[in-house]
């Protein structure tokens, strides 16, 4: 059974920070990109940042570039989203994402774990 487990989420101040972790299982992870999308009411999913299979390449959305660091840890089949400076426009559900567009092609969601940046 696929699992991917967000923890991490909470009420934080802006300046502040949080730490991400999705724990993965069911699927061997370390050939799976993953993702960190966020998604606020009303609007579509947007993603965050992402990290290809072996940890080489990341990508980041502009709007957090400088603030949100990715990173995986295989061995533990997880991975985070360290995330710094948080601002109020930060504020939203963080989804975790395994993609693999290769054979054998696969896409899973986690439930989601919500961030709030406020005073």
């Known amino acids: 059974q696929v699992q991917l487990v967000e923890s991490g989420g909470g009420l934080v101040q802006p300046g502040g920070s949080l730490r991400l972790s999705c724990a993965a299982s069911?699927?061997?992870?370390?050939?799976?990109?993953m993702s960190w999308y966020r998604q606020v009411p009303g609007k579509e999913r947007e993603l965050a940042a992402s990290?290809?299979?072996?940890?080489?390449?990341?990508n980041y959305a502009e709007s957090v570039k400088g603030r949100f660091t990715i990173s995986r840890d295989n061995a533990k089949n997880t991975v985070y989203l360290q995330m710094n400076s948080l601002k109020p426009e930060d504020t939203a559900v963080y989804y975790c994402?395994?993609?693999?567009?290769?054979?054998?092609?696969?896409?899973?969601w986690g439930q989601g774990t919500q961030v709030t940046v406020s005073s």
């Open positions: 069911g699927f061997t992870f370390s050939i799976f990109a």
């Open positions: 994402k395994a993609q693999r567009s290769r054979f054998p092609k696969a896409q899973y």
């Open positions: 990290i290809e299979s072996y940890g080489g390449t990341t």
